[in-house]
């Protein structure tokens, strides 16, 4: 069957020190991930979009890896601060060759900034 | 203007009311979505709009059912429901239905079904 795994314990982490995430899917083949900010009680908000062909893709503080090999992508917050707690979604394009924009998203992982 | 506005932000309903959820974007996209959220769980895909025309519907019950009237605007007709649809409901649009294009999504609406 078809997953998109993230871990499901919050990371806890000290201002200033780099969070890493992990999304882990089988038994896709994603053209696109994307990867969303979700506060409590709030929409998700786009962060960053990386391409099959893409290894790495950068915005600000945020880096984001797409592994195609390993079925895998790594989400990096460097410099972390306390604004950047939240939940963070990892999102699959699962039907990019029919033309629709449909999204499958991890459960997500949050993310807790300790001062 | 990046902002996708849902009404109402809260909404308690019986089982047997009939109410609407709104949504509206002015970016010009041409795809908007309805998703449903429970706690604690990843957002789930209801339906897809493309130049107004309902574009997937993900095996929904009919007591909901969603309505395009222009490309800016969405609604979801509500009726019938049961406690087990109380969930956080999310609008989202994107430029255009295909893929590669981030979906901007609404603050949603918190329906509580008594």
């Known amino acids: 069957s078809q997953k998109i795994e993230q871990n499901s314990e919050a990371l806890n982490i000290q201002e200033g020190k780099t969070a890493t995430l992990t999304c882990n899917y089988t038994n896709y083949s994603p053209a696109y991930l994307q990867w969303y900010r979700q506060d409590p009680g709030r929409g998700p908000v786009f962060l960053l979009l990386?391409?099959?062909?893409?290894k790495e893709k950068r915005k600000e503080r945020l880096k984001v890896t797409f592994d195609t090999t390993l079925k895998q992508s790594l989400f990096h917050i460097t410099a972390s601060q306390p604004a950047d707690s939240a939940t963070y979604l990892c999102?699959?394009?699962?039907?990019?060759?029919?033309?629709?924009?449909?999204?499958?998203f991890g459960k997500g992982n949050q993310v807790v900034v300790i001062p | 203007d990046t902002e996708v506005t849902q009404t109402p932000k809260h909404l308690v309903m019986g089982m047997t009311n009939k109410k609407s959820l709104k949504c509206e974007q002015h970016m010009g996209h041409r795809a908007m979505y309805w998703y449903k959220q429970k706690a604690k769980k990843p957002p789930e895909l209801m339906f897809v709009y493309s130049y107004e025309k309902l574009s997937i519907n993900e095996s929904v019950p009919s007591r909901f059912s969603p309505e395009c009237p222009n490309s800016s605007l969405l609604n979801l007709h509500l009726h019938a429901l049961q406690p087990e649809d109380s969930a956080l409901y999310l609008c989202?649009?994107?430029?255009?239905?295909?893929?590669?294009?981030?979906?901007?999504f609404g603050p949603g609406t918190r329906l509580t079904v008594t």
């Open positions: 989202a649009s994107s430029q255009a239905r295909e893929a590669g294009y981030e979906q901007y």
């Open positions: 990386i391409r099959e062909n893409e």
């Open positions: 999102a699959l394009d699962v039907a990019p060759y029919y033309g629709n924009n449909r999204l499958a």
